[in-house]
């Protein structure tokens, strides 16, 4: 088996390596299942029956899929221009933190608060990688500390809900007081889908894929991942660039996380609490996309199934709920082994 | 070209017989005959894509061909990978070197050494030292084995590429494009060497654009256009006409390309005391100073890293330096954009990595000067039917070879990826043109489009300060030439009282006034 370069692969060869990929990824974690003890098939069957199956099970994958949209839209923007954030869940705490601060101690008259909410959360998250945009300016890699300001963003929330900020009304619990009830979202009735926070984020992923196809910054923007010397040599400042950038993407997933607390839990609570990983999940909305936020309108409703699924085998299977981590893993991985693939023409058998 | 060899006599060392290769859409190889014999340097001459590295990429094992054989030494071989390549005594020396510039010498020589590695136990390095120092006293291939590869020149990490081929055992050696890295001391040191090897029987495949080297290092001399073998003569009695009207197909003139040089007209750049710090923080331009007038070629000769690289640099905005420059009468200040935007066009010393974005289209590339104004924006959003328009204009006009203008530049040759820049740079009417290295690896056809589109310019009033390790072009096309050493500028002089023998010997660092001819009608 050799691999042969290919010019320039077509956008049908990269949908179909990036769907094989998933297939390939979900055979072996059906491998997996096997030495755990359950049937594939009773996974898999129980996870769509319980996402797709159902109206309550379609209101769950809703849900996940908000802020995975949001984020992930964001951090398709991230990638292609090279600035690799691994800290969305950072971003979407600080969102939360923002928001719940609005929320809680600004008085605003109602039909104002909300929009504050959003604006701040954005505000939030935007700031928070804003500070990795800066210290990347120092040579401080970016995919590091991003990671480390997710750490430093969960001991943030839990200072505040345990210090300051906590509720007055909660005994030994730590979380704040609950929302004024004009900072909480509409949700669709009987459900959890908070659908505001839902147009917003179809809303970003559109505007990013303009801003990235259609705008100058944008054009600046992939000068500046494609090829730094070019944006050099052409006086596009790559910093700026970066700058922008990262408010971009902290700024979706703070949008993600006020989604969060205003329409879903109303205070701002333990970290864990707030989000399901939903920072790292969007990594594999993103990759999915291939950097395109438009199509994260697929990927991450995809990847709400999965977190919505892997709730069921909790419950239903008894399995462990990290099993979601299993999955994002092995999607990852086939994912980035799939690229040699997609650059790549394969040539079976034995050489010349 | 190649006739079958006497029955009596011995078989070539190297024999290609009727080797094709075919990728889609295009022949690279065309039933390609070619015999090396011990103890013979073939030159290998051919434009950009003529097939040469398409040949070589079959020698060492990268592709296979799709018809014909390779024998070595009368025996057909099947050469299915570098290693096996390595194996059967092919060395490939390329054109620029894979080493592990953090490692030393010798570290770099042990890694996948093989055989030469052996003795050092654990410590591979230490047994190849002595191997190292046994070949560079035999072939004057002087290097320090212990010395790290990235405190080497250009010249000597090529002689540690050379010396890895023959601790590999390297009977046929292969010598990509050697000398477009080096300096012209460099490359006769490199000639030496090669001259030696050819004494100790190897054979040895050189690949070169540069017609007078192979007059003089090659035996022979097998030419390539579009695949297929057009030639082969050996190199006594043929001229440097001869060998590019069999490359080209037609007859090149190597006279001067610009007419008598010009009077010294009004001043276009006025550059006074250039003081600036290379990436390391020493000085790389020491007080530099010099004009330009409108319609001039200043010629900027120089070895690699005497200051050119920043000079341009600066002028072009992408460097901070002390000094003033004026053009046109106006301080020349600001940005890369700002400059542009004032008529100073930029032709980079590297068109892949600076001077386009190899993954986007033609015509995102050839936006990439004008992408944020009108025409080509209309506020935030770009205007992508005029974007479009311009790019055909530029293609057309500028005749870029190239499948359509949504084709990832990535895919043109350096000709055509150097014309598309042109087009770019040229755009509206740049009042000073900074070329650096402009046919650098074009064949004669692109080369000869890119000096006749500069000396157009001129003729509408615009300077050009031309860079160029190439003297021959330099001589052809300038005015005046000045000579970059240790940051200094050393002239411009009057192209007429210079020559490649005391341009060489000021890029060496001979003072002026040491060289006849060149002391007079000196200017800075």
Not at chain 2, 198 to 214: N, P, Q, T
Not at chain 2, 321 to 337: F, K, M, S, V, Y
Not at chain 2, 360 to 388: C, F, H, I, Q
Request: net charge neutral; glycine share 14%.
């Amino acid at each position: 088996m050799r691999f042969i370069p290919l010019a320039s692969p077509s956008a049908a060869r990269v949908g179909l390596i990036t769907l094989a990929s998933v297939a390939v990824a979900l055979a072996l974690c059906a491998l997996i299942f096997v030495f755990y003890g359950v049937s594939p098939a009773e996974v898999y069957s129980t996870m769509l029956r319980g996402t797709l199956g159902d109206s309550i099970g379609l209101a769950e994958v809703g849900r996940r899929t908000i802020p995975l949209l949001l984020i992930g839209a964001g951090l398709a923007i991230a990638f292609r221009a090279q600035f690799f954030n691994i800290g969305g869940e950072g971003q979407l705490l600080l969102g939360a933190v923002f928001a719940a601060g609005t929320a809680l101690f600004i008085p605003l008259p109602g039909p104002l608060l909300l929009p504050t909410v959003f604006i701040m959360g954005a505000l939030g998250g935007g700031l928070w990688a804003l500070i990795a945009a800066l210290l990347r300016r120092l040579n401080v890699n970016e995919i590091l500390s991003t990671l480390m300001l997710n750490y430093i963003a969960v001991a943030l929330v839990t200072y505040l809900i345990a210090g300051p900020w906590k509720g007055k009304d909660v005994r030994g619990y730590i979380y704040t007081d609950s929302f004024p009830d004009a900072a909480n979202l509409p949700v669709i009735a009987g459900t959890q889908v908070h659908w505001p926070t839902l147009v917003l984020g179809v809303a970003v992923a559109l505007g990013l894929q303009w801003l990235l196809g259609r705008s100058t910054f944008g054009y600046a923007l992939r000068v500046v991942g494609e090829n730094p010397g070019a944006a050099r040599y052409a006086g596009i400042s790559s910093a700026r660039v970066m700058t922008v950038v990262a408010l971009i993407t902290g700024g979706a997933a703070g949008l993600a996380g006020a989604g969060e607390v205003a329409g879903i839990h109303h205070r701002l609570l333990e970290a864990g609490q707030i989000s399901l990983g939903y920072g790292f999940t969007a990594v594999i909305v993103a990759w999915l996309a291939r950097g395109n936020p438009a199509l994260c309108l697929i990927t991450a409703p995809v990847m709400g199934i999965i977190l919505a699924g892997g709730d069921l085998l909790k419950i239903d299977l008894n399995m462990p709920f990290r099993v979601v981590d299993v999955f994002s893993g092995v999607i990852l991985l086939c994912l980035i082994a799939s690229e040699v693939f997609v650059r790549n023409r394969v040539v079976w058998g034995a050489r010349a | 070209m190649t006739q079958p060899q006497p029955a009596s006599s011995r078989p070539p060392a190297l024999e290609l017989r009727g080797i094709t290769k075919r990728f889609p859409g295009v022949v690279a190889n065309d039933s390609v005959d070619l015999t090396v014999d011990g103890g013979e340097v073939l030159a290998l001459l051919g434009e950009n894509g003529a097939g040469k590295s398409t040949l070589i990429s079959i020698l060492y094992g990268l592709y296979q061909p799709d018809e014909g054989t390779v024998s070595l030494g009368g025996q057909p071989v099947r050469i299915g990978s570098p290693a096996e390549a390595r194996k059967l005594g092919i060395g490939l020396v390329p054109q620029h070197p894979l080493l592990v510039s953090r490692h030393s010498v010798a570290e770099n020589l042990a890694l996948g050494g093989g055989q030469a590695s052996r003795g050092g136990g654990l410590f591979p390095a230490r047994g190849v030292a002595g191997r190292v120092r046994e070949l560079s006293e035999k072939y004057g291939l002087e290097v320090d084995p212990t010395a790290r590869v990235s405190d080497l020149s250009p010249g000597e990490k090529q002689r540690v590429e050379i010396i890895r081929a023959l601790l590999g055992g390297a009977r046929v050696l292969i010598l990509d494009e050697p000398t477009s890295v080096l300096t012209p001391q460099e490359a006769s040191g490199l000639f030496r060497v090669m001259r030696e090897l050819r004494a100790d029987g190897r054979s040895l495949i050189f690949i070169s654009h540069k017609l007078d080297e192979v007059l003089d290092v090659a035996d022979r001399v097998t030419v390539l256009r579009r695949g297929r073998v057009v030639g082969g003569v050996p190199t006594a009695g043929a001229t440097r006409e001869s060998l590019a009207e069999l490359m080209v197909g037609r007859g090149v003139d190597f006279t001067r390309k610009r007419g008598a040089a010009l009077a010294r007209g009004e001043v276009l750049l006025d550059v006074q005391n250039l003081t600036a710090s290379g990436s390391r923080g020493l000085p790389a331009l020491r007080g530099v100073g010099f004009t330009l007038g409108r319609g001039e070629v200043l010629g900027v000769a120089g070895i690699a890293g005497n200051g050119q690289s920043e000079l341009v640099e600066v002028l072009a905005g992408l460097h901070p330096a002390r000094g003033t420059i004026t053009l046109d009468g106006q301080p020349l200040t600001g940005g890369a954009e700002a400059r542009f935007q004032g008529g100073v066009a930029h032709i980079p010393e590297d068109r892949i990595h600076s001077g386009t974005v190899p993954s986007m289209t033609v015509a995102d590339n050839l936006a990439l000067r004008g992408y944020g104004r009108s025409p080509l924006a209309r506020g935030l959003a770009r205007d992508l039917k005029a974007t479009d328009e311009r790019a055909r204009q530029d293609v057309e006009h500028y005749s870029v070879a190239t499948p359509g203008i949504h084709t990832p530049s990535r895919l043109l040759s350096g000709g055509n990826i150097q014309k598309l820049i042109l087009a770019r740079e040229l755009h509206g009417q740049p009042k000073l043109i900074l070329a650096v290295h402009p046919t650098y690896g074009l064949d004669i056809g692109a080369t000869d489009q890119v000096h006749r589109v500069l000396l157009e310019r001129t003729n509408e009033g615009a300077g050009v300060l031309l860079v160029s390790e190439d003297l021959d072009e330099l001589l052809s096309l300038s005015d005046r030439i000045g000579v970059m050493v240790g940051g200094e500028l050393r002239g411009p002089f009057p192209v007429s009282e210079v020559t490649r023998e005391s341009l060489g010997l000021l890029m060496g660092g001979a003072h002026p006034h040491s060289i006849p001819g060149a002391g007079q009608g000196v200017v800075a």
